[in-house]
């Protein structure tokens, strides 16, 4: 089932990853550290909420997510004096206010986009009106949109897939087992493919 406005996650491009081993011990859980830009001021209630959904899908595929917002970040990196290396372990979710998000030129079924290496777009104001037009709970759908891009940021170029979180189009009925604490997952394959680049 399919929601009457077709959701399109737009295609990542070509990318390399962001990874780090936690620990560096053999068994630690692969992560990927995103960097959190909010330019559309929201709650942070619901960035937790969305960052917790976005986790589990992640942890679902064995790989942890560390979540730090800007700021933090460049205290992190700001010992670095040639600069921040040119192949970072992390990866970047931008949250765009339409104002911002139209400037792509893009449908406005469209809900996030991967660009480049590392860039990760989410448009939150299309998010938080389809919420609304479908009577569901914001943070769930905004988790599932950021784990989606961030995907594509990991998986490469090509990487819709049928079913699953890297589908290009999510339906109510996703929305609603997300909300219910059952959002999609990466498949086994994709797993896998994430898996290998960050080890
Ligand atoms: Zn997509």
Do not use: N
Request: hydrophobic share 45%; proline share 6%; glycine share 10%.
């Amino acid at each position: 089932m399919r929601i009457s406005r077709k959701t399109i996650w737009t295609a990542a491009l070509p990318l390399s990853l962001v990874v780090h081993c936690a620990a560096g011990t053999p068994e630690a859980e692969p992560t990927v550290t995103v960097v959190v830009l909010d330019y559309a001021g929201l709650p942070d209630r619901t960035l937790a909420g969305a960052g917790t959904v976005a986790s589990s899908i992640f942890r679902k595929a064995g790989i942890a997510l560390r979540w730090v917002d800007y700021s933090t970040w460049t205290q992190e990196v700001a010992h670095l004096k040639d600069g921040v290396p040119a192949v970072p372990s992390r990866v970047f979710v931008k949250i765009l206010p339409e104002s911002r998000a139209s400037r792509f030129g893009l449908a406005g079924i469209a809900y996030g986009l991967a660009v480049g290496r590392q860039d990760a777009y989410i448009f939150a104001d299309r998010v938080r009106t389809l919420a609304v037009s479908k009577g569901r709970s914001e943070p769930p759908i905004l988790g599932c949109v950021v784990a989606h891009e961030i995907g594509h940021l990991l998986l490469g170029p090509g990487s819709h897939a049928d079913g699953g979180i890297m589908s290009a189009d999510l339906d109510v009925e996703t929305f609603l087992q997300a909300e219910r604490g059952h959002p999609p997952s990466f498949t086994s394959a994709e797993a896998r493919q994430i898996l290998a680049r960050l080890r």
